[in-house]
């Protein structure tokens, strides 16, 4: 599973748990560098801040970028605020922070293996398939395991959507518990013991689990399903240097020219190249949020919302 998460931080470009600040040779300016600590769900973090330092010192041979280590930032909206002010020039976050502070950047970037039609991750909501559940509002009281990592992000806020078009509570107080865990087998399998309700994973997870077990795939079956929505994105602020900006994301898109950078893609990345898709990826989720807003509202109005559990 160690090249599942990796691929992860791969994918959304120089994203990982640990900030970075980094000296370009285009300006001569320091080129600041910054992630939350959102970036480190579901993985470790040493292991994590290793991966990414040979990333970027790999990236940085090539391009005259030096590398200074920097702390995370807890809170996505500091991290708004320093790009804001140009404290930092550059950030990568979950789509969910982004979505969060898209008013303090200048400009997002995507990043994904070029094989993918549509880059980023389907949610799916697992029931086993002796279940006589045909629909979510059945699911109403039971235990919901849901995979907690830093590519289902965006996961509660759909299942949260589909709930409440239904005119049913959210997640959170519909279900009678939700259970958050890292590891995916330990989401999945209470359900394919009967221990749990319904199981809330990626779609590419859950066909990990039945590459790996085919019984997983002949007991469970999906109840619901999402279509695709970005995860992970890099951001930037408006002072980062143009002539940085640039070098970075050629850099990135060019670590495949490298034998360091094509050795990291070939293990981490599952690929040969990540490449840039277009920022309109990130239209789904913009919607996502928006009707998630409209929808609190809208229950708000109609009596007293109450707080959310199991988050």
Sequence with gaps: MKSRWLSGFLSCGLAAGFAAELQTGDSGNPFRFGLTTRMFRGINENDGRAAIKVYIESVGQERGIALKSMPTFDDVQDVGKA???????????????YLRISGDVASVHIFDDPRRVDPGEAFVVLIHRGSAVTNLAELKGGLLMEYDNLRTSLARMWLDVQLLEQGLPRAGNFFGKVTLESKLSTVVLPVFFGKAQACLVTHRGFETMVELNPQVGKNLRVLAAS???????????????????????????RLHEQPRGQQ?????????????????????????RKRHTELLEK?????????????
């Design 83 to 97: 790009l804001r002010s140009g404290e930092l020039d550059a950030a990568s976050v979950t789509t969910e922070e």
């Design 227 to 253: 279509p695709s929505f970005v995860v992970t994105v890099m951001c930037f602020g408006p002072k980062a240097n143009p002539m940085d900006k640039a070098t970075i994301l050629d850099g990135i898109q």
């Design 264 to 288: 990291l893609l070939t293990i981490f990345q599952g690929g040969n190249r990540i490449v840039e898709y277009p920022a309109s990826f990130l239209e789904r989720a913009e919607k996502l």
């Design 299 to 311: 229950a708000s109005v109609g009596g007293a919302l109450p707080t959310e559990g199991g988050r």
